[in-house]
């Protein structure tokens, strides 16, 4: 029988936070350039308007799951899944990222460090 499935290393939660903040950056620079060609209200434009939206409920729902797997104020802080700005993603997550690889823990052991 297969492991019961129970969330994800924080690790991990902050490498999807990149992921998806970047995939989201993509869909909205392709949603800019569709509605630079077509309205609003067409088809093409509708569609664009809501290229993010699937995305944006996966970030929070994983913004709920991670703050309730690492309830631990310094194991966790909501710019991992809502990565405000560089400078202060690296003063507030980086750290909880350091803090987990001091273990050598085996789900990101050799892992270089993730930038915003
Ligand atoms: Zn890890």
Request: hydrophobic share 35%; aromatic share 6%.
């Amino acid at each position: 029988m297969p492991a019961p499935k129970t969330g994800l290393p924080v690790c991990q939660h902050i490498l999807l936070g990149l992921q998806l903040l970047q995939a989201r950056e993509l869909l909205m620079e392709a949603a800019q350039t569709v509605r630079s060609g077509y309205a609003k209200s067409s088809k093409a434009g509708t569609l664009a308007g809501r290229l993010t939206d699937s995305l944006d409920s996966l970030r929070s729902e994983l913004d709920d799951r991670s703050a309730g797997e690492h309830p631990a104020n310094e194991d966790w802080a909501p710019n991992i899944y809502y990565g405000a700005n560089a400078e202060t993603w690296a003063q507030t997550v980086l750290p909880i990222w350091h803090r987990h690889q001091a273990g050598n823990p085996d789900c990101c052991a050799g892992m270089p460090e993730p930038t915003r």
